[in-house]
């Protein structure tokens, strides 16, 4: 199943060029093997694993295994699992199955601080059909378990709660939720996107009905993910079509995308296994260092528990999209926060949740980590974000008064 097609992801070529990607709540580099894995199934067996002949059978059986290395990682049963194009997709699914199956009426319950491929799909059914609850988080980030059950109606269809947050890292007691909603008879889904591979996960001993993920978080490719669906539970299907999936994802399976992320979940088990401690030590090395080099520096989420991997950070007088840019021309590769696309004013809705009356979402940054970081990366990178924020805050002081915009002023004088 070897194939020499010459092709190797190179690492050290990144770090040659100075580039030091602390972005991997918004994507991962695929890992090796993973690639190694996919390509005989791009190349020799390119076969339609629905095709009874013995050709197809080998796409088949290459899928099966990857529900199966999946499903170890997810402490489910292969037949729980439920290939898609992606978390997004795996998110729509979801609430579009909940609401067609609804008994008693239509109310949805998600939190306030959920990814956009949760709150959009909400706010459109919210147009169209049904009420939502968005709750609220506290300063930390998370939510209040009382105030969550008393949101609870007899015609709540669904609630969609993240497992972990992908700007703040913060940990939803997610298990606990999907007690609440199991005794309540509410269908609970989880957006365990960021979770998986962070902290271990054993389904079968959870209430959990439906839970998403995505395989470009974990060091697989891009445009695959899966659902997790209880098999006590329906799904009807988002994208009606052939019987793919058990008859509840119709389409063509994306052959090579599932070996992939079947691969890059048996490695996720791996490290995990092994305690995930350089990523956390990294992450963790990083913080204390920012914490005592730049005054007026925060942990946002500090009070809650967190993902290892992710450090939100709030820093005093500064604008985010600004550092962005000084760390950006420095190579550094970070986030403001999920929804931050260039020339979006929107600060982000997560921290704006958490602290409504103060400017923490537009002074804050999120650094996130993986294991393909080295210790030489986090050293660069503690020495040049402290430089970058004080720079900023000696040009912003004077151009406050001036009126000018702070970006603008920097970027001719840029470290
Ligand atoms: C990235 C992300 C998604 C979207 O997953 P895609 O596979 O990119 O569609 C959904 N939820 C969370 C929490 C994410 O971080």
């Known amino acids: 199943m070897h194939n020499s097609s010459g092709f190797t992801y190179n690492r050290t070529a990144m770090t040659d060029q100075q580039f030091i990607y602390l972005d991997n709540n918004a994507t991962t580099p695929l890992d090796s093997a993973v690639i190694e894995e996919m390509l005989p199934f791009l190349t020799t067996f390119y076969g339609n694993p629905s095709s009874g002949y013995a050709f197809g059978a080998q796409a088949r059986k290459a899928v099966g295994l990857a529900r199966e290395r999946l499903a170890a990682l997810l402490g489910c049963e292969p037949s729980e699992i439920v290939f898609t194009s992606g978390g997004t997709e795996s998110n729509n699914a979801v609430i579009h199955s909940a609401l067609e199956f609804a008994p008693l009426g239509k109310h949805v319950i998600a939190s306030a601080v959920e990814h956009s491929a949760v709150l959009r799909p909400c706010q459109d059914v919210e147009k169209r059909c049904c009420s939502v609850t968005f709750l609220g988080v506290n300063r930390d980030g998370n939510v209040d378990l009382a105030e969550f059950e008393a949101a609870i109606r007899p015609e709540t269809a669904l609630v969609s709660m993240m497992w972990a947050n992908n700007e703040t890292g913060v940990l939803f007691p997610v298990e606990k939720i999907a007690e609440i909603c199991r005794r309540k008879g509410v269908l609970f889904h989880t957006d365990a996107v960021q979770a998986l591979g962070k902290i271990p996960i054993r389904l079968r001993d959870t209430a959990v009905d439906f839970l998403s993920l995505s395989a470009h978080k974990f060091h697989g490719p891009k445009g695959v993910g899966a659902l997790y669906v209880n098999r006590r539970t329906r799904l009807s299907p988002l994208i009606a079509g052939g019987g793919q999936e058990n008859a509840r994802r119709g389409g063509t399976e994306n052959v090579a995308g599932i070996v992939g992320l079947g691969k890059a979940a048996e490695l996720a088990a791996k490290y995990l296994a092994e305690g995930n401690c350089s990523v956390r030590s990294m992450r963790d090395r990083f913080e204390k260092a920012i914490l005592e080099s730049v005054s007026g520096a925060s942990v946002n989420g500090?009070?809650?528990?967190?993902?290892?991997?992710?450090?939100?950070?709030?820093?005093?007088?500064?604008?985010?999209?600004?550092?962005?840019?000084?760390?950006?021309?420095?190579?550094?590769?970070?986030?403001?926060?999920?929804?931050?696309?260039?020339?979006?004013?929107?600060?982000?809705?997560?921290?704006?949740?958490?602290?409504?009356?103060?400017?923490?979402?537009?002074?804050?940054?999120?650094?996130?980590?993986?294991?393909?970081?080295?210790?030489?990366?986090?050293?660069?990178?503690?020495?040049?974000?402290?430089?970058?924020?004080?720079?900023?805050?000696?040009?912003?002081?004077?151009?406050?008064?001036?009126?000018?915009?702070?970006?603008?002023?920097?970027?001719?004088?840029?470290?």
Do not use: W, Y
């Open 302 to 415: 500090a009070g809650a528990p967190r993902i290892p991997n992710t450090s939100s950070l709030s820093f005093e007088g500064i604008e985010s999209s600004a550092v962005l840019l000084l760390l950006d021309r420095q190579g550094i590769c970070c986030s403001a926060g999920s929804a931050c696309r260039t020339g979006s004013q929107e600060a982000s809705h997560v921290l704006r949740a958490m602290n409504p009356n103060g400017d923490g979402a537009r002074r804050s940054l999120r650094f996130s980590f993986s294991r393909f970081n080295t210790e030489a990366e986090i050293d660069r990178a503690v020495e040049i974000v402290p430089k970058v924020i004080e720079k900023l805050r000696q040009t912003a002081a004077p151009m406050q008064r001036g009126g000018f915009s702070p970006v603008a002023m920097a970027l001719p004088g840029a470290p």
